[in-house]
């Protein structure tokens, strides 16, 4: 594990609009996957795996999706 | 990755109507797999293998269902 | 993917009873479905293998309550 | 489908203690499978099937959990 | 299935500290299980399964997260 | 089960900043499979299965999504 991923970009869930925070958690999301596997050669070689398979690109999409609901939360659904 | 791809239609969660608030779940959803698989050709060629999977049809309707909860909140679910 | 298909029904989360919200969090669940698989023939094949198949029932329960909690939610839990 | 299929119990989420409240949870868990497969034979020979399996019974677990989120939220936490 | 099984431990979701509130979700998570198996003897012989698979071990920590979601809530999170 | 294992570093929900929840969110999920599977041992065979594998990359993502979520609300998410 490398502690010194940045974990929450900024340091901060707050985000002018829905779609910066939609790509926040787009990052967040990786950065967690990077902080799991530090290793960037093998975090390249498991890309083309996940993004050819229907059921994995599913599953990533669920995980932006709940790291959304947060961000989201966050910044009163930017009301 | 594609930065370019537009992840929240409008930039905004607020709908009219609960109908256009779940077509927007539907689209949130598919934008972030556009994202990360950004090959048109390739989402295409995935495209039956989901949509003829049991397994992956319900996969993405608990996608659309975490999209939608978070939506349903910005909107005070149209009360 | 069919545009005309209607995602919530009546347009509406409200329902008069936690009984017909659940109903509700049934047919919205089945709708998504519909809009990614809009071909009658294929879904009524795949009916079998996922009413037939533990895992699968077990995922279509997990969709079924998170619809709910939405709609349940919209409902101020029918209090 | 059985849409005589009873699916919240009492037509409510109120119910006086947590252990009760549970117990909803897994009835309306059960009730969302009678549902989708009406069959009680098709059902009873499908209870071996996930008692046995350690991972459906963690997708078990995971259902009640989200059924009893928006339970106890109904009830206030019974506080 | 067991009605006897107590799902609720003290039949309350209130605890002292989040570290008290974290086991309760554990001895939750373990309960449900209990209900759906309750051959003591398939339990334990299913324990090395999931102990030992890393798939499993990761759904049922999100089992853990699940319940102790809603714990922390009826705390209004030990504030 | 080791009851020793501490589930909630410091016993706190409560944190600095949103890198520090993140953290702590990644910690109570490794401490909760440190609770199902003991055995340092076992656990350290089991890492780079998860650690190279797509999937189970994508699982534990969801994982800390979920735990961030509480983390997030107990904290007011840090405004």
């Known amino acids: ?22 790509q926040l958690a787009v990052k967040m999301a990786r950065l967690t996957i990077k902080l799991t596997q530090p290793d960037a050669a093998i975090r ?8 050819e398979d229907a059921n994995m690109l599913i599953s990533i999409g669920q995980t932006v ?3 959304f609901a947060t961000i989201a939360q966050a910044n009163n659904h930017w009301k």
């Open 1 to 22: 594990m490398s502690e010194q991923t940045i974990l929450v970009p900024n340091n901060s869930l707050i985000t002018k609009t829905p779609e910066e925070g939609r």
């Open 44 to 51: 390249e070689k498991l890309r083309p795996v996940y993004a």
């Open 65 to 67: 999706a709940m790291e």
